[in-house]
Nanobody
Framework: QLQLVESGGGLVQPGGSLRLSCVASGFSLDRYMVAWFRQASGKEREGVACIDESDGNTYYEDSVNGRFTISRDSVKNAMYLQMNHLQPEDTGVYYC??????????????????????WGRGTLVTVSS
């Protein structure tokens, strides 16, 4: 059974850090693009960061570039999002996504109709003093 389970969300003060984790079961992450999306209250879901499956290049949304780092661990079959210097505007539900159908993060654009498009349930990140 294909499953993605996120963890690591919580409440943090502005300027603080969090590390989100996403563990996959039922399939291997290695062959797929992996990404993190987020959705703030009242706003559309947006791509935050991704790792390209073909060359391992990483891409970041402009507002998080330099503050967030996406990574993956083949042994643990997991992906991560290290978030530093968090700001209130980073507040939202964060989702790990494997082989997304649609994605636009920085210069990376993707539209693949038959992609796996597997989503976790999300983990809430709240940045507030």
């Amino acid at each position: 059974q294909l499953q993605l389970v996120e963890s690591g969300g919580g409440l943090v003060q502005p300027g603080g850090s969090l590390r989100l984790s996403c563990v996959a079961s039922g399939f291997s992450l290695d062959r797929y693009m992996v990404a993190w999306f987020r959705q703030a209250s009242g706003k559309e879901r947006e791509g935050v960061a991704c790792i390209d499956e073909s060359d391992g290049n990483t891409y970041y949304e402009d507002s998080v570039n330099g503050r967030f780092t996406i990574s993956r661990d083949s042994v643990k079959n997991a992906m991560y999002l290290q978030m530093n210097h968090l700001q209130p505007e980073d507040t939202g539900v964060y989702y790990c996504v494997v082989d997304p159908k649609r994605l636009h993060i920085g210069p990376r654009y993707r539209a693949v109709s038959n992609a796996l498009d597997a989503w976790g349930r999300g983990t809430l990140v709240t940045v507030s003093s």
